[in-house]
């Protein structure tokens, strides 16, 4: 089984700022096959990001996915009032499917 | 516009068992995989199954460990209907629901359906 492995747990920025989330798979998640995810509370997940890179026809074009191998990363360019919650990455290799455990942005 | 809405969850006592349902509309459902996703209270999200379009092109798969020989999927093209069958369920099956299109990104999510195992 992949594990995949986010950090910070809890990401506590303001309005207007970067934010760099992290996904560490525990071996290389082949095909860039990796997807991202955000979810509010109360709320199903909302795909964001698919490919490593490929942002969701609708997701705005601060949100940005990069990465190979083993070492993904999910960048939001500029915090708006709605990007806070919380965030999973999922890998799909093969007939393998899991999720990281998700990293919660939070308001300063 | 796409819509799936499950249906089925509830209490049950460990031991039991409970089939939900997702019935989807919006899209052509027989050409698309279909998934069963979880969430524990309080808890990251958990792949419970996924189905071929027409589900008999190799055989479901059940990438939790945990519910593989008493959880099955199933579906129905003709009713636009997905279904999980939940056998022997356990405390930690306590959980929401969800059922999703496709089986690498999800990119269409229902409401989720509470499923709680308790005595």
């Known amino acids: 089984e992949i594990v995949l492995t986010q950090s910070p747990g809890t990401l506590s920025l303001s309005p207007g700022d970067r934010a760099t989330l992290s996904c560490r798979a525990s071996?290389?998640?082949?095909?860039?096959?990796l997807a991202w995810y955000q979810q509010k509370p109360g709320q199903a997940p909302r795909l964001l990001i698919y490919?490593?890179?490929s942002r969701v026809t609708g997701i705005p074009d601060r949100f940005s996915g990069s990465g190979s191998g083993t070492d993904f990363t999910l960048t939001i360019s500029r915090l708006e009032p709605e990007d806070f919650a919380v965030y999973f990455c999922?890998?799909?290799?093969?007939?393998?499917?899991?999720f990281g455990q998700g990293t919660k942005v939070e308001i300063k | 516009q796409v819509r799936l809405v499950e249906s089925g969850g509830g209490l049950v006592k460990p031991g039991e068992s409970l089939r939900l349902s997702c019935a989807v509309s919006?899209?052509?459902?027989?050409?698309?995989?279909m998934s069963w996703v979880r969430q524990a209270p309080g808890k990251g999200l958990e792949w419970v199954s996924y189905?071929?379009?027409?589900?008999?092109?190799?055989?479901?798969?059940y990438p939790a460990d945990s519910v593989r020989g008493r959880f099955t999927i199933s579906r129905d093209n003709a009713k636009n209907s997905l279904f999980l069958q939940m056998n022997s369920l356990r405390v930690e099956d306590t959980a929401v629901y969800y059922c999703?299109?496709?089986?690498?990104?999800?990119?269409?999510w229902g409401q989720g359906t509470p499923v709680t195992v308790s005595s």
């Open positions: 189905i071929s379009p027409s589900g008999s092109s190799g055989s479901p798969i």
């Open positions: 999703a299109r496709g089986h690498h990104g999800l990119e269409f």
């Open positions: 071996q290389s998640v082949s095909s860039n096959s």
């Open positions: 999922q890998q799909y290799v093969g007939s393998s499917r899991t």
């Open positions: 919006g899209l052509t459902f027989s050409d698309f995989y």
């Open positions: 490919g490593a890179s």
